[in-house]
């Protein structure tokens, strides 16, 4: 069972990042899957969240306007687009797949560094 983030990086205020979570070994396509945030000393913060089918989506007011989430369950991946980054945004960006009943599953992480 692996959740894989990619796609992070070192961007200019105003950039863009597409954060890419591949899953395999578990059925995906069932799970919830939410993008989380963490700075270190800080409490881990949630993004993004996105249902199993991709029908339905939600936003912390931090993302709205500017991330997007999408999954393509044909290849068992979430994504999270992000534009207009900030320097508020750097952060370690995490995956996490989640199933009434069901073990939960966490990526290892991806570091976004938004700077100039």
């Known amino acids: 069972v692996q959740l894989v983030e990619s796609g992070g990086g070192l961007v200019q205020p105003g950039g863009s990042l597409r954060l890419s979570c591949a899953a395999s070994?578990?059925?995906?396509?069932?799970?919830?899957v939410k993008w989380y945030r963490q700075v270190p000393g800080r409490d881990r913060e949630l993004v993004a969240g996105?249902?199993?089918?991709?029908?339905?989506?939600d936003y912390a007011d931090s993302a709205k306007g500017r991330f997007t989430i999408s999954r393509d369950n044909a290849k068992n991946t979430v994504y999270l687009q992000m534009n207009s980054l900030k320097p508020e945004d750097t952060a370690v960006y995490y995956c996490?797949?989640?199933?009434?009943?069901?073990?939960?599953?966490w990526g290892q992480g991806t570091q976004v560094t938004v700077s100039s």
């Open positions: 996105i249902s199993s089918n991709g029908g339905a989506s």
């Open positions: 996490y797949a989640l199933r009434l009943g069901r073990v939960n599953y």
């Open positions: 070994g578990f059925a995906f396509s069932t799970y919830y």
